[in-house]
């Protein structure tokens, strides 16, 4: 079993930044992401990390604004923020799966957290 805490959230002016954590207890060897989930929308990907960190995938949407890292010591994956827009406003959540290397796809991972709530004004 894991199970993911979020923290980080908050609400920034557009152009600000923030730092997601995602701290996971249990098994801590699976590849993690990130998705946001838009009111009326499905939930979408973000960004993933494999469980070595060697392989990440991002989102077009975020690409060479947001960074997603992990810290294996410490068991916690992170989600740098930056260049936030107004269009970034959602909840937020962590997950973990067992696919190898990462993954997309929503119905794929196993063990999500509560979610943290980011919200960006313009």
């Known amino acids: 079993q894991v199970q993911l805490v979020e923290s980080g959230g908050g609400l920034v002016q557009a152009g600000g930044s923030l730092r997601l954590s995602c701290a996971a207890s249990?098994?801590?060897?699976?590849?993690m992401g990130w998705f946001r989930q838009f009111p009326g929308k499905e939930r979408e990907f973000v960004a993933a990390?494999?469980?070595?960190?060697?392989?990440?995938d991002y989102a077009d949407s975020v690409k060479g604004r947001f960074t997603i890292s992990r810290d294996n010591a410490k068991n916690t994956v992170y989600l740098q923020m930056n260049s936030l827009k107004p269009e970034d406003t959602a909840p937020y959540y962590c997950?973990?799966?067992?696919?190898?290397?990462?993954?997309?796809?929503?119905?794929?991972?196993?063990?999500w957290g509560q979610g943290t709530q980011v919200t960006v004004s313009s």
């Open positions: 990390i494999s469980a070595s960190g060697r392989n990440i």
């Open positions: 997950a973990a799966t067992t696919k190898w290397p990462v993954e997309r796809r929503v119905r794929s991972y196993g063990y």
């Open positions: 249990g098994r801590t060897f699976y590849a």
